[in-house]
């Protein structure tokens, strides 16, 4: 395939990567609590989500303030304490509506695109 | 020397980020710094801090600290955001941690208060709830209910049972800004708390796990009656902290030089100060179990004092009332 991508499509990625990466960070702390390194890392490593690590962290601060994640401080054994990140109940609540919302999405958006695809 | 390379590098960074991040309020600020700084702590500790190319990876990765300052702005409330370091605040700032009952309400406000021109809007302010003896759990939900939230660090208390708060700060009835970080300290059984210095033989300040990042070295705390048990890790940016647990068992009069104050930590100097005497806001907390009352003067803030060769800070502090020892100090410089 030919690498162009137009400009309006350029555009809605970034503002739908965007929309999307807070919820990736709620994501990321489903199942384990997760310190700054470890979880800015993990994004970033999924490809194409986070370009600058550091951004994530402004991110953090929202979620906190909006009571989705809070931190404690855990003993490391290599290094200095961990500031670690964690879901709040509300966190968890708003990554499973958004669950429920983006499968939905992303399926109708799947088919329709198929279906052009196809023809 | 690689080291000195990278130690440059990192601070280098530090600073570009902590100037970026002037037009955001101190609190919000600090916080970015300090989450940053860990971050690059963290990836130093790993096999990419050991040379020069993998910090300047780790740095590349975390992207330009302008980025992340414009990231930060971008999701502050217009009111909210005021610029700082503009020289008005030269205050000297003194929180005491204390369980229920004694409040610094007064100077916590002035001190937030401080750091804004006298155009900007009044913070919402809310008043710091009681947390003390609730479980963890309890504790950070009755705070996001108050608009607050919390770091927990965990420390082994004999006094309190596991899984329970022992101290908050600021302490109750304390006014602060909507969204501000409380500091809880949840009692842990002795055994879960994981020494971080190590078991080497050789003096703390060797060991690389302990080591201060570069640019903030501080290698304790010295009261003139008080004994240092160790020392602890730091941050910087044009804001540095620095933790010590200290064994302060009498009231008095001491005289904190706070530091040695690396050469290469440029001092915060409001331009309304005078060159040569850098006086800065610079708050002190102790972290205690009684309802010792504490004071520090001059309350317009410290100077630099050279001791040894090596830059201190020196203030003088008060303490009255003492009832049970002072066993951690935490200080703060703030441009």
Known sequence: ?119 | MTVTKTDELVEDYLHRLATALRPLPLSRRDQLVSEITEHIDQGRAGAQGQSEAGVRELLDRLGEPEDIAAAALSDEPKSRTRRLGGGLLIAMLVVVVLVAGFTTAGLFGAFRSGGGSSHDKIDSLVTVPNVVGMSTAQATTELQQNGLTSQVVFRPINTVPPGKIFSQSPPVGSKVELGSELRLTESVRPSTVTPSSGSQSSPVTSNPATKPPPGWAAEGLRLTRAEIAAHVKSSDGDFAYQSIPVNLTHDGTYTLDYGPIDNHFVLPAPHSTPPGKPVTAFSIAFDFPSDASFHATPDGGGSTVTLNGRRYYQTQISVSNVTAPYDDFTGWIYS
């Open chain 1, 1 to 119: 395939m030919c690498g162009m991508v137009p400009a309006g499509a350029e555009k809605l990625m970034t503002q739908m990567r965007r929309g999307a990466i807070e919820y990736c960070v709620l994501a990321l702390l489903r199942d384990q609590d997760r310190y700054g390194f470890e979880l800015t890392r993990a994004l970033s490593d999924a490809d194409g989500l986070v370009t600058s690590e550091g951004t994530v962290y402004p991110l953090l601060n929202r979620l906190r303030r909006d009571g989705l994640v809070d931190t404690f401080w855990q003993e490391s054994t290599q290094g200095p304490p961990r500031r670690y990140y964690r879901l709040t109940r509300s966190g968890r609540l708003a990554l499973e509506a958004f669950r429920e919302q983006w499968v939905v999405f992303r399926d109708s958006v799947d088919k329709l695109i198929d279906v052009g695809g196809l023809l």
